[in-house]
């Protein structure tokens, strides 16, 4: 019994730590090309992404401009390449070269530009992180098995 209540508490304290908990991964959602119609969801998980990146002092708080720039790049997109971003398939596509190719060359969403490139690079910080330890794991396993 004791050994079930170590378990769970292991399980809930690694649950608390999860990327998922924290509410900017949860709101990095409004990137997710196949969503982009939603609108609505979209400007208010964009919206809670530019509240703490003010509070980080990431972003300028007078930058508004970066929903208006938001907006009519999801309006131009639904209009001109719908069918890009709703068949976007992220095991095959890649969601950095898209939004290369489809914002970063247009002058009139920069600022949103660089908020995005941000938030890009804050996903794959921790890849080679947890590149080593999967490494450090499978060296550990390996010698465990040889030993």
């Known amino acids: 019994m004791d050994c079930h209540k170590r378990f769970t508490a292991r399980v809930c304290k690694l649950l ?6 924290y509410t900017l991964a949860r709101n990095l959602a409004f990137l997710d090309p196949r969503t982009i119609t939603e609108c609505e969801t979209n400007q208010s ?6 509240r703490q990146l003010v509070q980080f002092n990431r972003v300028a708080s007078t930058d508004v401009d970066i929903l208006h720039q938001y907006q009519a790049y999801a309006d131009s997109m639904v209009h001109d ?19 290369i190719d489809t914002m ?4 009139s969403y920069s600022k949103l530009w660089n908020v995005v490139k941000m938030l890009l690079v804050l996903s794959h910080g921790q890849a080679t992180l947890e590149r080593g330890f999967s490494i450090n794991k499978k060296s550990l396993l390996w010698q465990r098995e040889t030993l």
């Open 16 to 21: 608390d730590k999860n990327a998922v908990q």
């Open 81 to 99: 390449h719908h069918e890009l971003f709703t068949s976007f398939n992220p095991s095959v596509s890649r969601l950095e070269t898209l939004t």
């Open 45 to 50: 998980h964009l919206k809670s992404v530019l």
């Open 104 to 107: 970063s060359r247009n002058d």
